[in-house]
């Protein structure tokens, strides 16, 4: 019963912290068809770790479910933000067996705010199993699926010093010709977060690919140069 509890606990309480003046402007400002309750972010954030303090999870297998049932299950935006959080969770910060869920999120969430929320788990699991997150990011480089490429680009966000620039590289030239943008926006957002760490390494990216970076990659990649 503590999965359910939990899950419950968080609608319940999301629900309840809902404002309803602000739930409008918020469902405009995300082009979002699906509902919002109006709850701010850091609010979500806070009302999921009192959650999962009063009704703790046995084990990741538990979590997961938690997790895909908020999600699945979500009336509103907040629910699914508040499933996000949930995977900030000590106990799978470097499991793998996270990555079905978060592609499920990314492929059904399918626009920016829900993807981008997962990119620094992502982050950390690249940094714990290298092998295994470099051959599944080339993949997801070249996926059919917009949001999956993004995902590729934008998932060393967080890792700074510890970059694969060789990673890096690979998973931003196949997207260059994507008119998407996106694509064209985390191809951008990606180099200027490596700029804080190598500007020169970014500074030489934008110089060698300068006729196929376009002009949003370019003017977000060196804004910081």
């Known amino acids: 019963m503590t999965n359910h509890d939990l899950v419950q606990s968080i609608r319940s309480t999301l629900r309840s912290a809902g404002d309803v003046d602000r739930s409008r402007g918020a469902q405009a400002y995300m082009k979002s068809d699906m509902p919002s309750w109006g709850v701010r972010v850091p609010d979500v954030r806070r009302i999921v770790k009192a959650a999962a303090k009063d009704f703790p999870v046995s084990s990741p297998d538990d979590l997961r479910l938690a997790v895909l049932q908020l999600w ?30 978060y592609e499920e999120i990314i492929r059904t969430g399918a626009w920016w705010d829900l993807v981008d929320g997962v990119s620094h788990r992502i982050c950390a699991l690249l940094l714990a199993h290298r092998s295994t997150m470099t051959a599944l990011l080339l993949q997801w480089a070249t996926d059919q699926d917009m949001w999956i490429r993004r995902a590729s680009i934008t998932a060393q966000l967080g890792a700074k010093s510890m970059t694969d620039t060789g990673l890096l590289s690979d998973v931003i030239k196949p997207n260059l010709p994507d008119k998407e943008f996106f694509i064209r926006k985390a191809i951008g957002w990606a180099l200027r ?31 910081l140069l």
């Open 72 to 101: 699945r299950e979500a009336e509103a935006r907040e629910e699914r933000y508040a499933a996000i959080d949930l995977t900030g969770l000590r106990m799978v910060k470097e499991d793998l067996d996270m990555l079905p869920v």
């Open 193 to 223: 977060e490596y700029s804080k760490t190598d500007p020169e390494w970014v500074r030489a990216f934008a110089a060698d690919n300068a006729t196929a970076l376009s002009t949003l990659s370019t003017r977000e990649a060196t804004r």
